[in-house]
């Protein structure tokens, strides 16, 4: 019985040992469903960012545009003044170097045009990029919740082995008083 005894002793600290390393993963577990809310915010805002920039970038695209097409028009109505007054070289020269003006603002709206599409896709681009880094570390917190909740079952196991030994040892003691009485 002392042998029984000192075996279910043994048992038993080393239950508790798992008891305290069980604690230990459920606070490891809180801190990492925090993280996965945060992450998971993280990525509704960028989300929303992203939206907001691409929406921007397509209203900067069709404020270029309407540039674009009042510029052309102007430039048309120009060169429709340069034909109707080419009789005056002076008025002619003049409307010229407006056309060439305005040609050049075309040119650089275009350009402008181009670089703010160019500057969205690469936004738009490490958006979606970053939006993946945070898919992955969702999943990885994820495995680690799943792995949190096999831990948490083995621990109720343990629990009840716990409990079950120290009714075996309450048992022997019992047995032992009442040896050592007779």
């Known amino acids: 019985l002392q042998e029984k005894l000192t075996t279910l002793c043994l048992q038993s600290a080393s239950v508790n040992d798992l008891k305290l390393k069980l604690s230990k993963s459920e606070g490891l577990a809180g801190k990492l469903q925090l993280d996965v809310l945060t992450l998971e915010e ?31 028009f102007q430039c048309d109505e120009v060169n429709d003044m340069k034909s109707a007054l080419s009789e005056s070289e002076s008025l002619a020269g003049k409307l ?20 703010n599409e160019n500057q969205a896709k690469e936004e738009k681009q490490a958006l979606l990029e970053e939006n993946t880094k945070l898919h992955v570390q969702c999943g990885t917190l994820n495995d680690l919740k799943s792995q949190l909740s096999r831990s948490e079952s083995l621990a109720g196991t343990l629990e009840l082995e716990v409990l079950k030994l120290e009714e075996q040892v309450k048992t022997h003691k019992e047995e032992m008083d009442q040896n050592q009485n007779q």
Request: aromatic share 0%.
């Open 42 to 72: 993280q990525m509704k805002e960028m989300k929303l960012a992203m939206e907001h920039n691409l929406n921007q970038a397509k209203e900067e695209k069709n404020v270029l545009q309407e540039e674009l097409k009042r510029l052309r």
């Open 96 to 115: 010229q170097l407006e056309v060439l003006t305005l040609e050049e603002r075309v040119k650089e709206t275009e350009v402008a045009m181009e670089h």
